[in-house]
């Protein structure tokens, strides 16, 4: 197979302005005739659902939820991205366009970065122009702050709730277009196939969640922005419904999937208090713009933190990173908090968190000035704690929080099926290796609101399509596929549900291909994971029925999905022989510990296509170039 490039030649800086001219159109009259599929409805899909829809394409889009103002793009706190300079802090395109490239430890693509950086201001603009109630300076200004991986405040919020006031602007877009007629919500549905014709992406097969019942949905193309796939290590900062079912059944039809061994790891979560936990919580990366992370200078040291005295506290980052000091990366700060747990200056049960402390900060500005910037934050570490983080410090630790993998998308974000697009997390396109704070509501918007409009009216105007019934042939053998698979889960007489095999497949991953990977290990899990998966289809228990809301049927299915993707990560982290960003591998790191990439032999993109039964995937690549700036070590020391 070969992958397509569609990014123009010359100048970056004029490049998705070029593309934009050289795609054709379809006029508004012939933009009725055309339906569309959106799966999902976070930032991203319902962006894309709102502003197709503006456009005057028919569009149907569909969401497990019971509205679209649930999908997790709520659980965003600290801000998004965008190069307006608003600090008078020296920002510009260019500078977030080198942040991001260098945050992603140079394994993205130069023009993707590029046209995201570009893309950026228009975003702040548009949330603005909806009522996004952006933080204000005294003057009337926005207000920024800064995130890690940069040494401007570019970063733009509304107290700790960014995305959750983000999603109620685009969910406003969205409800305008269906009152229109444009657009129709289909709620509490969940994608279980693609359906293919003549080699295009021409509809999906959905359950109703509530009655059970299977749907086809057919159209001209369909767009994917279901999100990432952290969950696969069962405890994760994610809603706990997120999953990677519709961009694995893509793939099993053919759709590539690129890096799917990069995923980041926060380092500023609630550490887990015991098994019986079933998901963790994410502290904003923005409290790291005033508060200091430490650990006890002495190894096993279970004083109180304020018992210990300043001469005898460990400011690991800053000593690591005087240069960007706690606002470092978040690859760099998990593995720095790793790094010293694991020297047994850990704190909290099991040493395995760091203390994250906002006192000096509260000496400086005052506890009111704090509690006005991250009020909501502290009610929640409160509410789950117990303690008051400007009395005693907040206990952090690294957890999944991220995938940069994701389906392989060119640069108009069309997969290698063509007619499906991807966007948001859902795809691999701009984060590389590490993906900086606040840049995920970035690309998320930038996606749906200003890049997949015009790349699919040009798909659209230069593609014959013939229309497909909901009942050809196609889409009936994707609906007994997906029928046969419920009815083969729920045949199972097992003795152990999905949960116990998703939690047992969650260690194996955090082992062998979490913050730290070896090749010994990747081997290893990878029989492991098959080993699981076999005896997930023997031995699992699926009580109900299919024609029923049936919540055990849906995490089945889940896992099972999980099962299979997990094995593909371990494979990634494995064949690249390199350390960069989130993908630590021990055999290859300098002699202070840092990640040593190799440029000449892994400066590209792992894109792998689904393997014929019996056999393993196929593992493609896409080299990276880099025309404006020169691949380089990282300089956050």
Not at 447 to 458: A, H, K, Q, V
């Amino acid at each position: 197979m070969r992958l397509r490039d569609t990014a123009p030649a010359g100048p970056l800086a004029g490049r998705w302005q070029r593309r934009r001219d050289e795609l054709e159109l379809v006029g508004p009259t012939q933009r009725r005739q055309h339906q569309l599929i959106v799966v999902g409805a976070g930032l991203a899909g319902a962006s894309a659902a709102a502003s197709l829809g503006e456009l005057g394409y028919q569009v149907r889009c569909l969401t497990f939820h019971d509205s679209p103002r649930r999908a997790h793009s709520v659980a965003a706190q600290g801000g998004v991205n965008a190069a307006r300079d608003a600090a008078n802090d020296g920002d510009s395109v260019e500078r977030l366009f080198h942040d991001t490239l260098e945050g992603g430890d140079f394994r993205s693509r130069e023009s993707n970065v590029y046209r995201l950086a570009e893309l950026s201001a228009r975003i702040i603009d548009q949330a603005v122009a909806q009522g996004v109630p952006f933080a204000r300076e005294y003057g009337g200004l926005l207000a920024t702050r800064s995130f890690g991986g940069a040494l401007v405040s570019r970063t733009f919020y509304a107290r700790g709730q960014t995305g959750q006031q983000l999603l109620l602007g685009a969910y406003q877009a969205l409800a305008k277009e269906v009152a229109g007629g444009s657009v129709t919500v289909l709620p509490r549905r969940e994608m279980l196939d693609l359906i293919v014709v003549d080699g295009r992406a021409r509809g999906v097969v959905a359950r109703d969640l509530v009655s059970g019942a299977l749907e086809t949905h057919v159209g001209d193309a369909v767009v994917l922005a279901t999100g990432g796939y952290a969950n696969a290590y069962f405890l994760s900062t994610n809603a706990k419904a997120s999953n990677a079912t519709a961009i694995w059944r893509a793939y099993r039809r053919g759709a590539a999937f690129a890096n799917p061994g990069f995923v980041q790891f926060h380092p500023t979560c609630l550490p887990a208090a015991g098994e019986h936990q079933a998901k963790l919580t994410l502290m904003s990366e923005s409290l790291r713009n005033d508060a200091r992370l430490w650990v006890p200078s002495r190894r096993g040291d279970d004083r109180r933190p304020d018992a210990i005295p300043e001469a005898e506290r460990d400011y690991f980052l800053e000593r690591r990173y005087p240069r960007y000091g706690n606002l470092v990366p978040r690859d760099l700060g998990s593995r720095a908090a790793k790094t010293v747990c694991d020297e047994g200056h850990g704190v909290g049960p099991g040493g395995r968190a760091v203390y994250l402390d906002l006192r000096d900060a509260a000496a400086r500005v005052g506890a009111g000035v704090l509690r006005e910037r991250y009020g909501n934050l502290f009610e929640l570490y409160h509410h789950v704690i117990g303690d008051d983080p400007l009395e005693v410090p907040m206990r952090v630790a690294p957890a999944a929080h991220y995938t940069m993998g994701g389906l392989w998308v060119d640069y108009d974000l069309m997969s290698t099926i063509p007619g499906l697009f991807v966007i948001g997390e859902a795809n691999f396109s701009d984060q590389g290796a590490n993906r900086l704070g606040a840049s995920a509501l970035m690309q998320g918007l930038a996606d749906g609101y200003f890049i997949l409009p015009g790349t699919l009216t040009g798909y659209l105007a230069g593609t014959q399509l013939a229309p497909v019934a909901p009942d050809s042939a196609e889409a009936k053998a994707a609906q007994a596929d997906v029928r046969a698979r419920l009815e083969k889960l729920l045949t199972r007489s097992g003795r152990r549900t999905a949960s116990d095999f998703h939690r047992a497949l969650g260690r194996v991953l955090w082992e062998a291909c979490g913050l730290e990977r070896n090749r010994g290990g990747l081997a290893k899990a990878i029989d492991e994971v098959a080993a699981l998966r076999e005896a997930f289809w023997d031995d699992v228990t699926v009580p109900g029925g299919p024609g029923e809301l049936n919540q055990e049927l849906e995490r089945a299915g889940r896992v099972a999905d999980f099962l299979e993707l997990g094995e593909l990560m371990c494979r990634d982290a494995l064949a690249r022989e390199e350390s960069c960003g989130c993908h630590f591998r021990v055999e290859h790191q300098t002699a202070e510990g840092e990640a040593r990439r190799d440029d000449d032999g892994f400066a590209h993109v792992a894109v792998w296509m689904p393997a014929a039964p019996g056999r393993r995937p196929q593992r493609l690549v896409e080299p990276l170039t880099f025309e404006t700036l020169a691949l380089r070590e990282r300089s956050y020391r």
